[in-house]
């Protein structure tokens, strides 16, 4: 058997998580269908997403599951989160996050495995003027809570949407391989 056609098959269920409006929906919708509609209504509890894709030689399902912000619904998260093996914690870059809001949302994410990745999203930067988190304060969040990475993203204009899913997906894939 030839390896250099072998292709490892992975499903990673990754956590999209954050306050209420910060842009969990449109995210994912950009991501999995390739449209931004202003006009997303407010996720009530859980909703979930499928993509498939190949990277590095490997055939990727991802199981994306988009956990609604509000505070009444967090009570309904605790099973939704087990078995997840990376997540996604967004946050509005027009409005500085309230660091028990982050650890909220970390303690979440983390229930089943207090090393569960998680990348830090910056959304919404397209509002170029209404710009309310600098890039220092966000890695000091990140640094905090020893996050994978901090990224920035516009849903609106697809800005860095691929790459946030690539950063966490290759962290993902190398150390499953192993």
Request: glycine share 6%.
């Amino acid at each position: 058997m030839n390896n250099q056609n072998f292709k490892r098959n992975f499903i990673f269920k990754i956590l999209i998580t954050g306050n209420a409006s910060v842009g969990k929906t449109s995210l994912l919708r950009r991501y999995v269908d390739g449209l931004f509609d202003e006009s997303s209504i407010m996720t009530v509890g859980v909703d979930f997403f499928i993509k498939e894709l190949d990277f590095d030689n490997a055939r990727c399902l991802l199981q994306l599951w988009d956990l609604g912000g509000q505070e009444r619904f967090r009570y309904l998260l605790e099973s939704f989160v087990m078995g997840a093996r990376g997540a996604l914690l967004l946050f509005d870059s027009t409005n500085m996050p309230l660091i028990q809001d982050i650890l909220e949302w970390v303690n979440i994410a983390r229930l089943h495995d207090i090393n569960l990745p998680i990348l830090l999203v910056g959304t919404k930067v397209d509002l170029e003027g209404l710009i309310a988190v600098d890039d220092e304060s966000a890695i000091h969040i990140k640094n905090t809570f020893n996050m994978l990475d901090y990224i920035k993203t516009s849903a609106k204009t697809d800005y860095n949407i691929e790459k946030g899913f690539e950063i966490l997906i290759k962290y993902l894939t190398e150390i499953s391989r192993y």
